[in-house]
């Protein structure tokens, strides 16, 4: 038997080798995130966060899998690939991603859009990763496949006296990525690099007011103008609405849209232009937590004060200020906010009222400075809890604990009104509904649909349900509207005089009929213990189904 010895030089350049190897595989691999990660955010805002992802994983596995099993192509072919595929992936992203949204199937869209665009780049790149892979997108790609192209031609030349490739079949596919170049009208649209605002489509009367990436997406402040409202009679128009990915967060209707109660006159954005109401009445119905038990009364020559997670357009937060409530905001999405101020109205309530962060870390930081000091901070009387966004909600500002802290920094007849959009028999609400009877003892629901809902259809209905819970134990019971709850407006006047036609019997929300201390086990909603996430992705296709009825599909299509 015969071993081999290395000696030191041997092993030193062995190490080398290795590292290269491994640091190039290493480079191949961060790639492969970064793309799937850039498609999955330009994806996010034509199919929302849960349908974008429902399928991802799987595509990228078994294109992994093909990868490792097939033979692969020449390393030459797959920088050129590479390097064509993933320049022109913003915009192959874009277009496929809207045909495949107009096609109207919340599951097979997004699904088309992974075979089609993520598929190939994540073959080649995992091919790439197999032989010893060294990656920059794009422009490195190309520097590459042009190294080969080169050290093949200097070859020929050496050998032949002359170039056998002409300069025509050799750069042939630059030509894909310059069309995107040189013809504007191939670009994607995407407007949140855009310098100038506002945009106007030329496909359709819908001017971008501003477009910004962010936390929680791409917001999208946009307006539908009034331009074809005497040739398309049904056409949506007259209205501003603020989207975050593939879900609205509100809107108000404008131009000759705005009306008030006595012509008072409108509210007004920064820039002046008149606000009217609201376009989703289940922001107005949030506003009923100031009918609760006495709520809207002053103690001691004080008005209550009220905390609002979750601002999206500011119509609450705005509502509950024009009542002389001292309010305080949490708002996660820094964008969403300074949106809401600049062209909703929303007026800033101090810098000592506003928290740009997540509610769980500010609520956990509250509860501590009241343990630390009983007397400072002074507690809320009313509490307006809607989170909703990218076609869900998150499920840690819906656990028992969360409940249970935000219940301390409540006074003892606090009330609150939790917002939450699905069907009333799916596993979700349910979850919801158990939770908040779980931490607060009482609840109520109401839907904010303007008409009513057919009795066979309440548990497949997806409605915006808001909860109304109370601390206190005397019954939860709301006092008559009246004029001044109304705030000049028509639709207030609509909502609020009209509460009982929308109660919905916490029975249904809960399925009473098949109720048990098993079932409330499954339902309960703990840090350690949370589905809520996982049966919302049941509700997300639907959710997308609404939003492509709600608006045209040139809203969902510019961003």
Same mark, same amino acid.
């Given at each position: ?30 790639? *492969? ?46 920088? *050129? ?46 091919? *790439? ?33 002359? !170039? ?38 030329? !496909? ?137 101020? %600049? ?148 639709? %207030? ?7 009982? %036609? ?22 309960? *909603? ?10 919302? %992705? ?22």
């Amino acid at each position: 038997m015969h071993t081999h010895v290395y000696g030191p030089g041997q092993i030193v350049l062995a190490l080398q080798k290795n590292g290269q190897a491994l640091s190039s595989i290493l480079a191949a691999t961060l790639g *492969l995130l970064l793309f799937i990660a850039a498609y999955k955010r330009a994806l996010d805002p034509l199919f929302g966060s849960t349908l974008t992802e429902r399928y991802l994983d799987l595509v990228v596995h078994s294109c992994t899998a093909l990868a490792i099993i097939f033979p692969r192509p020449a390393i030459r072919r797959l920088f *050129l690939g590479l390097a064509v595929l993933v320049q022109i992936a913003p915009h192959t992203t874009y277009w496929v991603g809207i045909h495949a949204a107009r096609y109207g199937d919340p599951a097979i869209g997004p699904f088309i859009c992974h075979i089609l665009v993520l598929a190939p780049v994540v073959h080649l790149l995992v091919s *790439l990763i197999m032989y010893f892979g060294f990656l920059f997108l794009g422009i490195l790609a190309y520097a590459g496949w042009m190294g080969f192209c080169l050290a093949e031609d200097k070859h020929r030349f050496m050998h032949n006296g002359h !170039q056998v490739v002409g300069l025509t079949k050799r750069y042939l596919p630059l030509l894909l990525p310059a069309t995107f170049l040189f013809f504007p009208a191939m670009r994607t649209p995407t407007l949140s690099e855009f310098e100038e605002f506002p945009y106007h489509s030329v !496909q359709y009367p819908l001017r971008i007011l501003s477009s910004q990436e962010s936390i929680t997406g791409i917001i999208v402040v946009g307006e539908l103008l009034d331009t074809l409202k005497d040739t398309v009679p049904d056409a949506l128009h007259s209205l501003r609405y603020l989207r975050a990915s593939h879900s609205l967060l509100g809107g108000v209707w404008t131009g000759e849209a705005v009306v008030t109660m006595g012509n008072v006159p409108p509210r007004t954005d920064e820039l002046g232009t008149h606000l009217g109401d609201s376009i989703y009445s289940a922001f107005v119905l949030q506003e009923a937590v100031r009918l609760i038990n006495g709520t809207s009364e002053c103690s001691g020559g004080h008005c209550e004060k009220a905390l609002v997670i979750g601002v999206g357009a500011g119509v609450v937060a705005d509502a509950l200020a024009h009542h002389g409530i001292s309010t305080t905001l949490v708002e996660i999405d820094p964008a969403v906010y300074y949106a809401a101020r %600049r062209y909703f109205g929303l007026k800033h309530p101090g810098d000592d009222n506003v928290f740009l962060e997540d509610a769980r870390g500010w609520l956990q930081r509250r509860v501590a400075t009241l343990l630390a000091s009983p007397s400072n901070p002074s507690k809320f009387d009313m509490v307006v809890h809607d989170c909703f966004s990218g076609g869900g909600v998150p499920g840690h500002l819906y656990t028992i604990e969360f409940w249970n802290e935000l219940k301390k920094i409540m006074t003892s007849r606090g009330v609150i009104a939790v917002n939450f959009a699905g069907k009333l028999g799916s596993m979700s609400s349910r979850a919801v509904a158990t939770t908040l009877l779980k931490a607060f003892g009482q609840c109520r629901a109401f839907h904010d649909h303007l008409g009513a809902i057919p009795d066979q259809n309440l548990h497949d209905e997806f409605v915006n349900i808001v909860f109304f819970c109370s601390k206190s134990a005397s019954p939860l019971a709301f006092r008559p509207s009246v004029e001044g709850d109304y705030l000049h407006s028509y639709l %207030r006047r609509h909502v609020l005089s009209d509460l009982e %036609r929308r109660e919905l019997p916490i029975s249904i929300v809960r399925n009473a009929s098949v109720w048990s201390e098993e079932a409330e086990e499954v339902f309960l *909603l703990t840090d350690k213990d949370n589905r809520l996430n996982e049966w919302q %992705r049941v509700d997300a296709a639907e959710h997308w189904r609404i939003m492509r009825k709600v608006m045209p599909d040139i809203v969902w299509e510019t961003f």
